[in-house]
């Protein structure tokens, strides 16, 4: 695993990669992940004294703690001695979650091409161009 | 293992889940292209029914790649599953992603009547609120004056 996390610019260009590479391959998954991030922190609780902080000291934390997002391509065995295997990671700060989610779904949904359309074909399309007509005017 | 029909109640379930574990609950996405064979042997096993040569040609023409949602908390082993193949459910499912990344974050929740306004926009356009609320109104007005009037010209 990569020891330094990606930015989450760089995160969503290495993503943005990864779905562009399991399309032209013709198949493959893509697994995303996500998580608190917890690696090496210690949390800070309000109250410290009381015992039932002290047994769960995730329900009551102080100040909003960062999430971290990953990305691979699942690419195991032999084919991660080959240097096939994508494995990205970011860091997304609370104040920044919205941004980061708004443009995450941005990405998948252009990378994601390999889903079904919205069925249009058993629809009459006469009324379906009224309809918009009508919410448009 | 359950896995829900609907994205609403997976992450209702999520959410939960979340709250009782807020540090180990994990969310993968799993988005999942198959290879063209296995693909055709998966529509084979599931519509035996129907015959090989459709199935096939289908198979080659129809997008089959699948989104799978998975909560899953280590301590209790909890899974909660949700899947789907349709491309128009991925905003709203990364949106759903996002709002459960707040939990996470031990952010305080969005209010519930903001959420839904923006659900029901759709993410494409969550900056318009109130013009969203305010169209309703507006159109239901002259539409209904309208109506009126036809019905008294037919009378």
Known sequence: MADVHSSNEDFLTGLIKLLEAAHKSGHGSIFLTQKRYTYGTTMKTESDSSSEDGLFPDFNLSEPVPIIVRATNGKGKEKRLEGEKVKISTIVEPNEIEGFFTRYADVCKMGMQGMKKRDRSKRKKGKDKKKGGEKKG | MPTFKTSEEWLKQSSLLLKARPSTTRITTKYNNPHPDKAAKILKRKRPTTEEETDASKADSSPKATLTLKTFDPISGVVLKYETDKAAE???????????????????EIAQEALAAKEGTGTNTPVPETIVKSTPTDTKGPQGTGNKKKKKGKK
């Open chain 2, 90 to 108: 991925i905003g709203r499912l990364i949106a759903s992603l996002g709002t459960l990344g707040r939990e996470m974050a031990a952010l305080p």
